[in-house]
């Protein structure tokens, strides 16, 4: 299991052999890995701006990784976020302007606020978003990076091949009480009971 943190109040913590609930601010729910890639796999239904699936990235393979400092992805698939999202303000008006990105895996909606997803950079503002082409047959693939796992404890289950994910739990934070869940007949989503480096990008080479 694996615990990232935010902020320098707490320490980030890696668990052998079982998960810990105290770093769990949601229900935690399962997720069967997708592929013999042997990368913590599994697989996107699409990509949500707030509760609106945007049809861009279906079927995707995404690999839970604890190598890669920011989130990543195909070419062409992060240059389609970039230009929707539009992002040139990380001012608080700023990010107010912008929608959560969430990403439908395995009927739940894994999301990330816009402070979660920019970085403020000298003269501007960027997205978290690098570009990672992996060739076939172990890609195209997106990859969950650090700002994805410091929202979201994570446990990885090798005897059963499955990737556990919930809400965590920070020091002096309050966490979202519940993850969102896809009706599949509508398509909305509604409540449910500064290097760049990738390990990833070192792998394929």
Known sequence: ???????????????????????????LFWVPVKGNSGYWQVEIDDIYFD????????????????????LAGPSDTISDLRRLLGVVDCSEAGLAKLPQMGFAVNGRILSLSPKEYTSGVEGG????LMSLDIPPPKGPLFVFGIPFLQKYYTVYDHA???????????????????????DQHTGPAKPAATRTSSFLALKKK
Do not use: W, Y
Not at 6 to 20: L, V, W
Not at 160 to 182: D, I, R, T, W, Y
């Open 125 to 128: 503002c960027s997205l978290s």
């Open 1 to 27: 299991s694996v615990f990232f943190s935010n902020s320098d109040s707490e320490a980030s913590e890696i668990t052998f052999g079982g998960m810990k609930e105290e770093h769990m601010g949601s229900e």
């Open 160 to 182: 059963n091949s499955k990737v556990g994910f919930a809400v965590a739990k920070h020091e002096g934070q309050v966490p979202e009480p519940m993850l969102l869940s896809v």
């Open 51 to 70: 509760k609106k699936p945007q049809s861009i990235c279906k079927g995707c393979r995404v690999a839970v990784d604890t190598g890669t400092s920011e």
